[in-house]
């Protein structure tokens, strides 16, 4: 074993666990303890990712006809605009920093918490209360700028709830800032003995890049939304063209958070995707340094492709080129990733247990919404797509086959770890091999649409795309099919589950040497870190 | 670790060596953040600046030169009591730790009312865009921007002040009852730190709005 710690205690259920070490919903709401928030959480996260999927699901329904039969424009643009907010800002960004970055970091490190445990409570307190922000929002009726607020018609037109959105997305913003700091400090302080950086866990070089991006961009965005704020409730003129501002100065603005947040939600998904396609191939990974430094790589020329939002906004044409380039440049170290975790399977002993399915999900899926970027990066064909379907499918490609795959994908891999309980395996596999023939069936016909010319946020459309967009529909209710099943297995598993035992996969790393789930310190003794991660060789040789 | 020092550290930290380093660096890694968050009001600013000079500079002679340098002057020296309060309570002087400190929340506390009654003037002379708003000059459209970020900026800044000025009285507070020491100076440092930073933001603003136009 990579590690020496003293034998474990596995007396079975009944050992002291983080779960059963305190009782009552005080114990939980007043917790700092890092695996205790990550279960709160999980379960905010899994709440507004139902509720967003519900507002695409309404969305899709209308859009089975061409016509407008289910709703009116304006309560379209509101359901679109909701789904996308929450899926963005209180699923997507929090959901595997808040969920296994909170759980697993301090584990893997080798720590007994993170740096601020209470500025870490903290930060699950500020992620409800924007929540509840943006639940008032819609029950007030909703807010119909789309998620990117677009000046002037968020601060001048709109006629709906734009502040108290504002509020939400400004808040939100603190709560990821707050668990970036955390983040970044653990990592460079509290890392056990022995484990330098090039020992860490990809997964923690992952969210230590994710990190800085929320420190350098959120604020950025902060600062926006103040001045939005401001000019929506006071009439200050600073994104009017009528007194003489400048929308475009806003775009630049959002864009400068808001496309390196999406590296935000890709790359902690990536740091997954390391973890468990080692695991399932029982070797090392391929190209250590090269997967961790394309992190970091990704994390600074994230920061200069911004203006690939505004080919068609008015930008200089010098500053498009430009901005085409980078654009090109920052998908060299995604590949980078795809031809390494591709070259880790390679003579690899596969495993073929849910998580790998997930994970080889992903890594398709991420593939194909990637390449499709790199169409939209140039800026000719760009105008073409622009504003269509086209780029409704890459993101979700993205954000949707990639992310919310890779989420799954850890969900099921550090399960046994949360919970001490494993689920039943068929159902696992049964249900990525479900969500990923339900992703393509919606999201391929969009492609289709898109290039042929069928605008984003229209939900009445020619009648020559209604085939197209029934497909999408149906694919939307399989996937949804798809996302229940775990959420129904899952908890099934925590009573009826057999019970996983510390290390289930066979996989190395801090995480799997203690219990499960882990006792309230994370280790009975602090760990000594002597070889290097992914160290399997190893530990095929001991066993 | 030397006797007396344990119960002063975490139970998550190794030892109290530690548990300093991090909260320094926890703090620096915040103020990245807060160079981030004027950095996009600044960035505004840079943009309008570029764009409308003349009407900048006019808007710019509307601001009170007298009132803004006497408040500069304040908060350099605030900054001064505040690095003294550091090494007063690194080398163990009490007394000298509460004076410092307590200097630093009064000067704090001169420059927001300066600032306060500066605003004041403002609304007497209808220069505040959306609420008051009467402007004489050749270029209202682009001095409403000026106000508009005038305001966005010296807000924030004021904002930072007045939670830096809240947390600053109750660490006054504690020292006064002896809770700080040479091994037990985290807080007092991290103040300093956030201190200097919230003045080193003004040390921006200061030229960028009222200097702009008087070279």
């Given at each position: 074993m990579a590690v020496t710690s003293p034998p474990l205690d596995l007396k079975g259920h009944d050992q002291e666990n983080y779960l059963n070490w305190a009782y009552g919903v005080k114990s939980w709401l007043l917790t700092t303890d890092h695996k205790r928030i990550a279960i709160l959480y999980l379960i905010s996260v899994t709440f507004f990712f139902f509720l967003g999927s519900l507002a695409a699901f309404v969305l899709r329904i209308d859009l089975m006809t061409p016509q407008a039969d289910l709703m009116t424009s304006d309560n379209y643009n509101r359901s679109f605009t909701i789904h996308g907010v929450i899926m963005v800002f209180l699923f997507l960004i929090p959901a595997i920093p808040g969920v296994f970055g909170n759980f697993l970091l301090p584990i893997m490190i080798g720590a007994k918490d993170l740096a601020f445990p209470k500025i870490n409570l903290g930060s699950w307190y500020v992620y409800i209360i924007s929540g509840m922000f943006i639940i008032a929002v819609v029950l007030w009726g909703g807010v119909d700028t789309g998620w990117t607020f677009y000046t002037p018609y968020s601060t001048t037109y709109a006629n709906s709830a734009v502040v108290l959105t504002v509020v939400g997305v400004f808040l939100v913003g603190f709560s990821s800032i707050m668990t970036a700091l955390n983040f970044i400090v653990t990592i460079h302080k509290m890392r056990a003995p022995g484990l330098t950086w090039f020992r860490l866990p990809l997964f923690i070089w992952a969210m230590y890049a994710t990190s800085i991006i929320i420190m350098l961009g959120t604020p950025v965005l902060s600062a926006t939304l103040i001045l939005v704020g401001l000019e929506r409730i006071?009439?200050?003129?600073?994104?009017?063209?009528?007194?003489?501002?400048?929308?475009?100065?806003?775009?630049?603005?959002?864009?400068?958070?808001?496309?390196p947040a999406v590296y935000i939600m890709v790359l902690p998904a990536m740091g997954v995707a390391s973890e468990l396609i080692t695991c399932f191939s029982r070797k090392r990974v391929f190209g250590y340094k090269f997967i961790a430094m394309?992190?970091?790589?990704?994390?600074?020329?994230?920061?200069?492709?911004?203006?690939?939002?505004?080919?068609?906004?008015?930008?200089?044409?010098?500053?498009?080129?430009?901005?085409?380039?980078?654009?090109?440049?920052?998908?060299?170290?995604?590949?980078?990733?795809?031809?390494?975790?591709?070259a880790t399977l390679y003579k690899g002993t596969i495993h073929l247990q849910t998580p790998m399915f997930y994970v080889l999900g992903f890594i398709g899926l991420f593939t194909i919404?990637?390449?499709?970027?790199?169409?939209?990066?140039?800026?000719?064909?760009?105008?073409?797509?622009?504003?269509?379907?086209?780029?409704?499918?890459?993101?979700?490609?993205?954000?949707?086959?990639?992310?919310?795959?890779?989420?799954?994908?850890?969900?099921?891999?550090?399960?046994?770890?949360?919970?001490?309980?494993?689920?039943?395996?068929?159902?696992?596999?049964?249900?990525?091999?479900?969500?990923?023939?339900?992703?393509?069936?919606?999201?391929?016909?969009?492609?289709?649409?898109?290039?042929?010319?069928?605008?984003?946020?229209?939900?009445?459309?020619?009648?020559?795309?209604?085939?197209?967009?029934?497909?999408?529909?149906?694919?939307?209710?399989?996937?949804?099919?798809?996302?229940?099943?775990?959420?129904?297995?899952?908890?099934?598993?925590?009573?009826?589950?057999?019970?996983?035992?510390?290390?289930?996969?066979?996989?190395?790393?801090?995480?799997?040497?203690?219990?499960?789930?882990?006792?309230?310190?994370?280790?009975?003794?602090?760990?000594?870190?002597?070889?290097?991660?992914?160290?399997?060789?190893?530990?095929?040789?001991?066993? | 670790m030397a006797h007396g020092e344990s119960s002063l550290v975490a139970p998550y930290f190794r030892d109290i060596e530690q548990q300093r380093e991090t909260n320094t660096l926890g703090m620096w890694v915040f103020l990245v953040t807060e160079v981030m968050?004027?950095?996009?009001?600044?960035?505004?600013?840079?943009?309008?600046?570029?764009?409308?000079?003349?009407?900048?500079?006019?808007?710019?002679?509307?601001?009170?030169?007298?009132?803004?340098?006497?408040?500069?002057?304040?908060?350099l020296c605030s900054s001064l009591t505040m690095a003294l309060a550091v090494w007063a309570c690194q080398s163990n002087k009490q007394k000298l730790l509460v004076i410092f400190l307590t200097s630093t929340l009064v000067l704090g506390s001169i420059f927001l009312g300066i600032k306060g009654f500066e605003y004041y003037e403002k609304y007497e002379k209808a220069l505040i865009p959306g609420i008051n708003w009467h402007y004489e000059g050749e270029f209202p459209d682009e001095a409403q921007i000026f106000f508009s970020l005038y305001f966005a900026a010296t807000g924030l800044h004021a904002t930072h002040m007045i939670i830096g000025g809240t947390v600053l009285a109750i660490i006054t507070m504690k020292a006064m009852r002896g809770f700080y020491s040479a091994v037990n100076f985290d807080t007092?440092?991290?103040?300093?730190?956030?201190?200097?930073?919230?003045?080193?933001?003004?040390?921006?603003?200061f030229?960028?709005?009222?200097?702009?136009?008087?070279?």
């Open positions: 006071l009439g200050m003129g600073i994104f009017n063209p009528a007194l003489g501002g400048d929308p475009v100065l806003f775009q630049h603005l959002f864009w400068f958070y808001s496309h394309s992190s970091m790589a990704i994390a600074l020329i994230g920061f200069l492709v911004w203006g690939h939002h505004m080919f068609v906004s008015g930008q200089s044409v010098y500053a498009g080129i430009v901005f085409s380039l980078l654009t090109f440049a920052v998908a060299i170290p995604s590949a980078i990733k795809v031809f390494n975790w591709t919404g990637g390449l499709t970027g790199l169409f939209l990066g140039a800026l000719a064909t760009d105008v073409h797509v622009h504003d269509t379907y086209f780029v409704v499918a890459h993101f979700h490609y993205v954000m949707v086959g990639a992310t919310v795959m890779a989420y799954l994908g850890a969900l099921h891999f550090w399960w046994p770890k949360m919970t001490g309980r494993m689920y039943p395996e068929a159902l696992g596999i049964l249900s990525a091999v479900i969500i990923f023939i339900g992703f393509n069936l919606t999201f391929m016909p969009q492609f289709i649409m898109g290039y042929v010319g069928m605008p984003r946020r229209y939900h009445v459309y020619p009648d020559e795309f209604q085939a197209l967009h029934v497909a999408s529909t149906l694919g939307s209710t399989v996937l949804g099919i798809g996302y229940i099943l775990p959420l129904c297995y899952l908890i099934w598993s925590l009573r009826f589950g057999k019970e996983a035992g510390p290390n289930p996969w066979g996989a190395v790393g801090l995480e799997w040497t203690t219990s499960s789930p882990p006792i309230h310190t994370n280790f009975e003794v602090t760990p000594v870190v002597t070889t290097e991660a992914y160290d399997y060789e190893n530990l095929e040789e001991e066993v | 968050l004027f950095g996009g009001i600044f960035m505004a600013y840079a943009v309008y600046f570029y764009n409308y000079p003349e009407a900048f500079g006019e808007a710019g002679r509307e601001l009170d030169i007298v009132l803004s340098s006497v408040n500069t002057f304040v908060l007092i440092e991290i103040m300093g730190l956030y201190w200097h930073f919230v003045d080193i933001a003004w040390v921006f603003i030229p960028l709005f009222y200097l702009i136009e008087r070279y």
